[in-house]
């Protein structure tokens, strides 16, 4: 059994891990939306719309204080924005030919995943 110092320590273990997975998720999704594009080829406009699941992430930190209770719905913000942002893609049938619907829903379902997971953490790490 754990003690209250143990307990402690690895909340704040889980925290930190929840951040870092925020962060690289975070970085790993501007860094393929600008850089090859994920909707379509490299340049495609559609690609933009990722930067609004970023600025979810970065508003709600700052209004969350990046407190892991808030940090949870923050991170359940960004997955509904980024399939959001993958059923806009989707339906309007944007990226085509280069970026297929397997594709579009493969890539959006690995940042969705990545987003949950790191809200798991913050949720774990807020003892609740």
């Known amino acids: 059994m754990l003690k209250g ?3 402690l320590a690895v909340k704040k273990k889980t925290y930190r891990l ?9 970085l790993m999704l501007v860094w393929l939306s600008l850089g090859v594009g994920i909707i379509g080829k490299d340049g495609d406009p559609a690609n933009a719309m990722y ?29 509904l924005a980024q399939a959001a942002v993958a059923s806009i893609a989707l339906l ?4 085509l030919p280069w970026s297929g619907p397997a594709e579009l829903i493969g890539l959006n379902g690995i940042f969705i995943a990545l987003f ?8 774990l790490a807020a003892g609740q």
């Open 18 to 26: 929840a951040t870092a997975l925020s962060l690289v998720a975070s």
């Open 51 to 79: 930067f609004g699941v970023v600025a979810v992430g970065i508003a709600g930190s700052i209004i969350t204080r990046l407190r892991p209770r808030g940090m949870v719905w923050v991170l359940c913000a960004m997955m």
């Open 116 to 123: 949950a997971g790191a809200a798991l953490l913050f949720h």
């Open 5 to 7: 110092d143990d307990v």
């Open 92 to 95: 309007a049938r944007l990226g």
